[in-house]
């Protein structure tokens, strides 16, 4: 069953995703070279008392930080600790809140410094998808046409959508139903209603999609050691226009 939000649920709903984005915007403007992903991640905690919400991750299956943080070939779920961050790298924040009893989940990827230009065409097709998908979040639409959009964005730029880990619904949960993968066939899945509330998260890959975790249990990075992006919104059907729950004018 897929969560339909009322009225004043709606309206707790962009609450949070107005505290989620500011959240990662101010960690956003902290990413600079030789800062630490510890450093940022203790800038989350921060911040999120600043917007009277908490982190949605933070002892979330065991998950120890505020945030996910993951640099370069690290793709999703990576813990803040003491790498520092260089120019040429870049650094995936993901950032989800609790604010009084609502989620808002997002995500960006940060370029530190100056990079290479197959790089920064990796950062605009991911981005680019998220759009893509947002287009086509409309009541009346299945499940299926948002997600083979994201794929096939992907693919025409040349990269690949990581498969194992996919975008959600999102409310009173972190993860409701439906799964929103980045792959899909259209005219397959459930139908989009008003009231549903979705977190989009194109995860792409520079080379093939598969991944592995590693030892710490939580951190996805790729096989082939290739570079990864990532971007989420939180996104509300409606009766017309999507809603981007976690959209501002400075991003």
């Known amino acids: 069953m897929i969560p339909i939000k009322t009225g004043q649920e709606i309206e707790m709903m962009r609450a949070a995703g107005r505290a989620a984005r500011i959240v990662l915007n101010k960690i956003s403007a902290q990413v600079k070279p030789g800062v630490s992903t510890k450093e940022l991640d203790d800038a989350a905690a921060d911040f999120m008392a600043d917007e009277d919400c908490k982190s949605a991750f933070l002892g979330y299956r065991g998950f120890p930080r505020q945030c ?30 609790n604010k009084s ?31 893509v998908a947002i287009r086509h979040a409309y009541s009346g639409k299945r499940l299926g046409d948002l997600c083979s959009a994201i794929e096939e964005e992907v693919k025409a730029n040349g990269f690949s959508v990581v498969r194992e880990f996919v975008g959600h619904g999102v409310g009173r949960k972190l993860h409701e139903e439906p799964q929103v993968p980045n792959f899909g066939k259209k005219g397959e899945g459930p139908k989009l209603k008003p009231g549903m509330t979705l977190a989009i998260e194109p995860m792409v890959n520079v080379g093939n999609p598969n991944v592995r975790v590693l030892p710490d249990g939580w951190t996805v990075v790729t096989v082939d050691g290739k570079w990864s992006a990532h971007f989420e919104h939180t996104v509300l059907i409606t009766k017309g226009e999507p809603e981007i729950l976690t959209w501002s004018e400075t991003t």
């Open 68 to 97: 996910c943080i993951s640099v370069n070939e690290e793709v999703v779920h990576g813990i803040g600790g003491q790498r520092r961050l260089q120019i040429g790298d870049v650094v995936k924040l993901d950032v989800g809140v």
């Open 101 to 131: 009893g609502w989620i808002g989940d997002n995500a960006t990827t940060i370029a530190v410094g100056a990079i290479h230009p197959g790089t920064l065409k990796l950062l605009q097709a991911t981005e680019s998808a998220l759009q």
